[in-house]
Each structure stands twice: as C-alpha cells, then as structure tokens.
C-alpha cells in the first residue's frame, strides 16, 4: 500500500505507458550440466487467449472486470500524478505530417507522423490540464481542423489523409479508418464519394464499425462491422459477401449511409450487466506524455472469443450462443441520393458484456462512453473516398428522411458529453472519501490503494517508446 507521506511524485509527467519489470530479483547462479543428467523440463506458459478464457486477476480493477450483482461497486480509478507543466494548460496542436508516398497524390495526401495510434489494446485521445478541475486535473480536448473526420488516431498508420481529414487513400492491401464521432442511438447519416476506385486498380468500402473491428482489415470483415464493396456492390460482414445493389461503384458515385439505433434505455434493457443498467459511465484512463504533448491512455474494446467463434466455427465445437441484437435496428444505403435498400436489420448490440477490454491487460468490463457505430472507410492500393458529414449534402437524399440527422451535428454533442462527464468524475472524486486524501500529509490526487472502490495509486508512469508496426 503507497504511503501518503512518502516523498512528492515527480514533477514532470512521464512520456509513455511502462512494461512493469522488477530489476530487483538477482541473477541466477549459472548451472553446469554434468555430462549425463537429464535437462530439466522447462516451465509451460499459457497464451494469451487461454490466459483471457481463464479470467486472470488484471492489475488494475480486480478480476477478470465483469460484473454481477452483489459485487463492489465498480469506481473511477485514482492515480497519484504529478502536477501539471504551465505548456500543458494551452491546449493541443494538430500532428505532423509529411508528403503522401504516392508521387501523383503528394501534394493533397499526407502522412501522419510522430503520432500515437489506436493499437494493441489501447486507445489515445489528445488531453490539456485544467485548472477548473483541480482534482481530475486533466481534460478532453480537440485539435485543428475542429470538425467531424477522419480520427488521425483511430487510422491505420498506412492510411493517408488530406489537409481537412475528409478523405483517405492508400498505397497497400486493406487499410481503414474510423471518423472521430460515434453514434450510441438514434437516426443518423452521412456519405461518402468515390474519387478513385476500379478504373484506377483500387478498391473501397464504406459502412459503420464498432471498436473492435480491426485497422488492417476491410470494413465487413467481422461481426463488428457492416460494409458495401464497390464490386458489384454486395454488402459484407463477417467477410460473407452477399448480393445487394448489383453494379460496381464508379468514381464519382455518392453512397449514402444511414444508420438508426434504439434508444439506450431501450439498449441497456437487454444487458444483465448491473452497472450498465444503472447508466453508470467509468472512463479508466490516465494522461501520459507523448513528443511533449498529452494524451489520455485507456483500453480500447477488443475482439472477443464468442463473436471469432461466431465468424469462424470450429468443427466439432459446441454451437456459441448468438450475440444479442438491437430491436428496431438497421443500416440504409442511398446510391446518388437515391434510396436502394436496408442490407441489415437488427444490429449487434455494443454495451457490456457484448463488448469488453482483455482483462489481462488490466481492462474492465465498463461503458466508458465511446461505444457505438462509427463512420468507417477502407481502402486498397491507391482508392480514394471523400466523407462528408453535412449538413449540405453532395448527392441529398430522397425518400422519408424525417427525424434523419447529419452527423456533424454529433461532433458537438460528443464534445458535450465529454465536458459533462469531467464534472461528473470531479466530482465523484472532490466527495468520495479515500484514505490518505485529504490529510494533511497528503499530496494532491493521492489516494490511498484499497480495491476497486478505492482505486489504485500509480506513483509514477515509465516511458515506453512507440513501436512502428
């Protein structure tokens, strides 16, 4: 258990999230084998997909991070962190970036360089300290351009971006891209244009993703996303094509995507998961310091064993319980403005415990807010697709489009609930009673380690450096 009077955590925040490795164990005495003995058998490890079917205890949280009635309360978890540089109060500038490596798209396309992705686990979103939350201590924030796009986080990193963050394109096999705002319920849409496709040798998909579904793979690829191919326009999930429009995409078509959800009080009816249904958002993350910018680091929702089953059954194996669906679902595509069908009715739903972190990696089974269906792109060699998240509309939309919203109206929204959550989470913080806060020894943010409704106290966060792919 950290001590409250031990000495003040440091005053700088470190740059990356460490690998925790104790350097203290000694060494072990070489042994000679003696020419005769057996070898000594060694010591069998468990993979990572038997240490999550087992539910290991995470570091953080406790458990494997589900919940079920009569468990403590899940609370937010609390983190001893240094005080913040005056440089972190003013905000956040946009990443840099460098020419696109394809020579005809050099000058409209770039490269995101220097940079935190979304990948292994984890998720990145920019952040500032604040003086008007003075025990969070730290925000959300946004950096130019301050509009709906493309997320430069929650992209491949062979995914190229113009200037605005409306468009995509490529040089390799399936890249995707997800936008920086999601939906969790109601009638939403927006549209993509095909700038370059078939003609050129590339190929795209548009549609709508959740989470978990994979940078490095197609839109439709799994359970997590639904997605129209140009060729001949079949619709895909779970890498099944099927018949849907019946002609190719060519460069210049518009095709529309709306998307409706339930509400989530209808959504948090079809989950046993007690926090959910009790509308409780916990956002377990903690600032971390990256090219001398912050951001918050948390765990992102990841595949999980049931929906792989789903897509890929193994022979012999027991049949996996379907995934539950959301009533009055469905996504609709409109070709150049014109409606041509509903390829899917009665979505997955997306709240715990149909979408979790690994809990090895210290994730718990929460609702932090960001689940939902997000605008999402893909891409192969050298295709290019525009966004457009209104209000004006390339190719407008025909038919009954009443109670049907553009989906730059979400940006603001989002940015809403963001700010509305830090005050909820300072206050819950400011009232909830920890010991070793408040004491007169103790230093700001400190709290004490005592479970899950304590939370956990970090001292200090290692560097870890950024791996290319």
């Not at 003013?90 to 798209?105: D, K, M, N, Q």
């Not at 193994?314 to 959301?326: M, R």
Request: aromatic share 8%; proline share 11%; with cysteine.
């Amino acid at each position: 258990m950290p001590d409250a009077t031990s000495s003040p955590p440091s005053p700088t925040i470190p740059q990356k999230r460490s690998i925790d490795i104790d350097f203290t164990e000694q060494p072990r005495p070489m042994k000679h084998k003696e020419k005769g003995n057996p070898r000594e058998p060694r010591e069998k490890k468990d993979s990572w997909k038997k240490k999550e079917s087992s539910n290991v205890p995470s570091p953080i949280g406790t458990g494997s991070g589900k919940h079920t009635p009569g468990d403590d309360w899940p609370a937010l978890m609390r983190f001893r962190l240094p005080p913040p540089q005056e440089q972190d109060y003013y905000g956040h500038r946009a990443p840099p970036v460098a020419p696109c490596p394809i020579p005809e798209l050099e000058n409209e396309f770039f490269s995101v360089n220097d940079h935190p992705m979304n990948r292994r686990g984890f998720r990145y979103t920019p952040c500032e300290a604040s003086r008007m939350l003075p025990t969070v201590s730290y925000r959300n924030t946004e950096y130019a351009p301050y509009i709906p796009r493309i997320n430069f986080e929650d992209m491949n990193t062979a995914v190229h971006v113009n200037r605005n963050g409306s468009a995509i394109t490529t040089a390799k096999g399936w890249r995707m891209a997800r936008a920086n705002v999601g939906v969790r319920e109601g009638d939403w849409y927006y549209e993509c244009k095909i700038v370059r496709g078939i003609p050129s040798g590339g190929h795209a998909r548009v549609g709508w993703a959740r989470r978990e579904a994979p940078l490095d793979a197609p839109v439709g690829f799994d359970g997590y996303s639904y997605g129209i191919r140009d060729l001949s326009g079949q619709k895909v999930h779970m890498s099944r094509p099927k018949d849907f429009l019946g002609e190719n995409f060519e460069e210049g078509d518009v095709i529309g995507l709306r998307i409706c959800l339930p509400s989530l009080d209808v959504q948090r009816g079809l989950t046993e998961d007690p926090v959910v249904r009790a509308r409780d958002l916990i956002r377990d993350r903690i600032p971390i310091r990256f090219k001398n910018q912050l951001w918050f680091e948390q765990f992102d929702y990841q595949p999980t064993k049931d929906m792989e089953e789903l897509m890929n059954p193994s022979p012999g194996a027991k049949a996996c319980t379907p995934p539950k669906t959301l009533p009055d679902s469905c996504i609709k595509v409109y070709k150049n403005g014109k409606f041509v069908g509903t390829p899917w009715e009665d979505l997955f739903a997306f709240l715990p415990p149909a979408s979790r972190p690994l809990a090895t990696t210290g994730g718990r089974e929460l609702d932090d807010g960001t689940l939902g269906y997000y605008p999402a792109v893909s891409v192969f060699k050298g295709a290019i697709v525009e966004t457009n998240f209104g209000p004006d509309w390339l190719a407008p939309p025909d038919g009954d489009i009443s109670g049907m919203r553009p989906l730059c109206e979400r940006y603001n929204e989002q940015i809403a609930e963001d700010i509305t959550y830090d005050i909820v989470d300072e206050v819950g913080l400011l009232f909830t009673k920890v010991p070793g806060v408040g004491d007169a020894t103790a230093a700001p943010g400190v709290a004490a380690e005592s479970g899950e409704n304590g939370g956990l106290v970090k001292e200090e966060i290692k560097e870890m450096v950024m791996e290319d792919e």
